[in-house]
């Protein structure tokens, strides 16, 4: 009998046992979250007494498979990703993502990769197509091993905090932005952040206060798929936060008319793999070089990942909301597809520091199906040599159009673009796909089908 992933999951748990074992009893912990990520961001799992950590290293957690589609019914009720019939996942502890909750040190947590049960017949341990972390996980070793090349990554996640004492007044005209007064407002929400992420492994770097409300606090970059759990990680924490102070914490990308939107800037870099496990070499510049430029090898990057923009813009945009956020000309969201040197209008933004800063991506996004995707632009554009064309000269709301494809201003034109790139959709499975468009779909065919206030506001009493 073949070894299946599922088997060599728990070969990899029984090694680390002992150890595992030991740190979780002198941490002190009592109870332990088992999680994973849905499709669409949201983190699931189960609670366990610690006491029974020795038995889910070698069984995992068993879930209804529809957690994966956040149990969402269609507009006709029908239960999305296999329906209530459907057979449970397994789901393997990852021994290396321990961490012990900072704000109840009796509770610690898993991430976790998830399989078909052992006893489905014909797939039984096989890895979950519908798993969008283990699937990035593979993804991303997968790249490494046909280009030498490991993508590190850094998000900037943009949130707004309202309630009681997050009040703030702006002059008429001016912006909030960088205020250290509007940041004092902020103080008891970014030290608690902050502290609570340093906890947790995080080297927290640096914040700012942006738009009344909003928040952006970064952390120092690292392998794409680690950025991937720091980022869920980050959301879980902000929501501690609001519950421990009062307030609410939110990721919506486009909160109000008029007002900035929250993105999640992914900052890219290329890294050469050490020969002796050493940092290795960023790609992207000549070290030799002083002056801001990219390479030959970063160019064809920057060429694949616009080529491919369009078609990856319904996992970096993925609600009916974000597009509110590409609307709303001159709120630093890009408008079209282009690079420059340093220019915050363009889609991809080189920095002095030898890094690729993609603007698409918004506060709701599911960064292991967004890193997913990049990889398989940037090897793309790699493999065929891509041209980006010239850096964009000046403000790209006002210049002439791009040589790449519009941006797609609907979540509805999104999923169609992402239908049509099989460059894209090459970096997940058959069935992860056609469950996010399934889900997506749904949720656009649901938006069109609700009356807005918007429309009442417009048409109520419209007539004669």
């Not at 927290?204 to 869920?232: H, K, S």
């Not at 319904?314 to 282009?338: C, E």
Request: overall charge negative; hydrophobic content about 40%.
């Amino acid at each position: 009998m073949s070894t299946t992933p599922l088997d060599e999951h728990r070969q990899r748990n029984a090694a680390a046992a002992a150890d595992i074992l030991a740190r979780v009893e002198e941490s002190g912990v009592e109870f332990l979250y088992y999680q994973t990520v849905s499709l669409t961001g949201r983190v699931v799992g189960k609670v366990v007494p610690a006491r029974h950590l020795a038995r889910n290293l070698e069984r995992g957690v068993n879930l209804h498979r529809t957690a994966m589609s956040d149990l969402q019914v269609d507009r006709l009720g029908n239960l999305l990703g296999g329906g209530t019939e459907a057979a449970e996942f397994t789901a393997m502890p990852d021994p290396e993502t321990f961490a012990v909750l900072p704000w109840d040190t009796t509770v610690g947590r898993f991430f976790c990769r998830v399989y078909e049960p052992a006893h489905r017949a014909d797939v039984g341990g096989r890895i979950l197509a519908t798993d969008g972390r283990t699937n990035l996980l593979r993804a991303h070793e997968a790249f490494t091993e046909a280009t030498g090349l490991r993508l590190r990554s850094g998000c900037e996640p943009e949130m707004t905090w309202t309630g009681p004492g997050m009040e703030v007044h702006v002059k008429p005209g001016s912006s909030s932005s960088y205020h250290i007064d509007c940041l004092e407002v902020m103080r008891p929400v970014f030290q608690r952040v902050i502290r609570y992420g340093q906890a947790l492994g995080f080297d927290m770097i640096e914040g700012d206060y942006e738009d009344p409300g909003q928040l952006e606090l970064n952390w120092l970059f690292d392998d794409c798929d680690v950025t991937a759990d720091r980022l869920v990680t980050y959301r879980q924490i902000c929501r501690q936060v609001a519950r421990e102070l009062g307030v609410t914490a939110s990721f919506m990308p486009k909160p109000a008319t008029g007002v900035m939107g929250n993105g999640c800037h992914h900052n890219l870099s290329l890294w050469r793999v050490g020969e002796e496990g050493g940092e290795g070499t960023n790609i992207l510049a000549d070290p030799d070089v002083t002056e801001m430029h990219l390479t030959e090898a970063g160019r064809h990057a920057v060429g694949g990942i616009l080529t491919h923009a369009a078609g990856m813009m319904a996992l970096m945009g993925p609600t009916v909301n974000s597009y509110k956020r590409y609307w709303d000309a001159g709120q630093f969201a890009p408008s079209q597809i282009n690079w420059g040197f340093d220019n915050k209008t363009c889609t991809v933004r080189l920095s002095a520091n030898g890094r690729l800063e993609f603007k698409i991506p918004d506060a709701s996004v599911n960064p292991y199906l967004s890193h997913a995707a990049l990889l398989a632009a940037i090897k793309d554009g790699l493999d065929n040599a891509i041209d980006p064309g010239a850096p964009q000269s000046g403000s790209s709301y006002e210049g002439s159009p791009s040589k790449f494809e519009p941006l797609p201003l609907s979540l509805s034109d999104a999923l169609d673009a992402f239908e049509a790139d099989q460059i894209v959709q090459s970096s997940f499975p058959a069935d992860l796909t056609g469950l996010y468009l399934d889900l997506k779909r749904d949720e656009w065919a649901r938006f069109c089908g609700h009356i807005t206030d918007w429309e009442r506001d417009m048409y109520a009493e419209h007539l004669p």
